[in-house]
């Protein structure tokens, strides 16, 4: 149920301000409205539909705008801030952690598994972030996850999985030699470099 209904979205079949009615959706899908309800609570979560009171759920957009003007920005100075401070307080378990995380990605991109590659992601960021003792840092992260999500996942197939894969595996082994100067610089790359959507134009 949540599988088809987030597929249908990431792949454009659904579209940003779209209702999303339960009674229909049950039909549809042959099923009860219950399932229905708990999908939507989940891609709402994710960062792909919002619930409004009178209007039900709505399929949400990703602008470009707002991911180079608020997202990036945003992320890249919460996790400047929050790696430099991780660095020293990261112990065995997390790396190990981190590690699995890695492991992880590399076996969605075997299946082209493009959700597990991304709840991987997120997975990956938010254990440095949680270790760094800042617990505002946390918070804020995690507000914006969710759309930080439904980007990756409108827009992720233009990517090619095996370099997201690669790109955290670099950055475990830069976190692992504590060294600030090479994690931000590798950190800023990548945060940069693992926008799927493309770059807006200058003038």
């Known amino acids: 149920m949540t599988e ?3 597929e249908a979205i990431v792949a454009g079949r659904l579209e940003p301000g779209e209702r999303l009615i339960e009674e229909r959706l049950s039909t ?3 099923t ?7 999908a ?4 709402e979560h994710e960062g792909l539909v919002m ?12 602008s470009e705008e707002e991911v180079h003007e608020v997202l990036i920005p945003i992320r890249l100075t919460l996790e400047r801030f929050s790696f430099g401070k991780a660095l020293d307080l990261l112990r065995d378990g997390d790396f190990a952690e ?22 991987a992601d997120l997975r990956f960021h938010d254990v440095v972030l949680a270790q760094a003792g800042q617990p505002h840092a946390v918070q804020l992260w995690r507000s914006i996850a969710p759309r930080i999500r439904a980007y990756f996942l ?6 090619e999985l095996g370099l ?21 610089a590798l950190l800023e790359e990548h945060i940069a470099v693992e926008s799927p959507v493309p770059q807006i134009a200058r003038a």
């Open 40 to 43: 939507l609570r989940q891609l």
């Open 98 to 119: 981190l590690g699995k995380q890695v492991w992880r990605m590399e076996e969605a991109a075997r299946r082209a598994d493009l959700y597990r590659i991304v709840e």
């Open 28 to 30: 549809e899908l042959q």
């Open 32 to 38: 009860s409205r219950g399932p229905v309800r708990e």
């Open 51 to 62: 619930s409004f009171p009178y209007r039900g759920a709505v399929v949400v957009g990703v």
């Open 164 to 184: 997201i894969v690669e790109e955290h595996r670099e950055l475990l082994t830069a976190l692992q030699t504590r060294d600030p100067e090479v994690v931000l």
């Open 4 to 6: 088809s209904l987030r």
């Open 154 to 159: 409108r827009y992720g197939r233009s990517r």
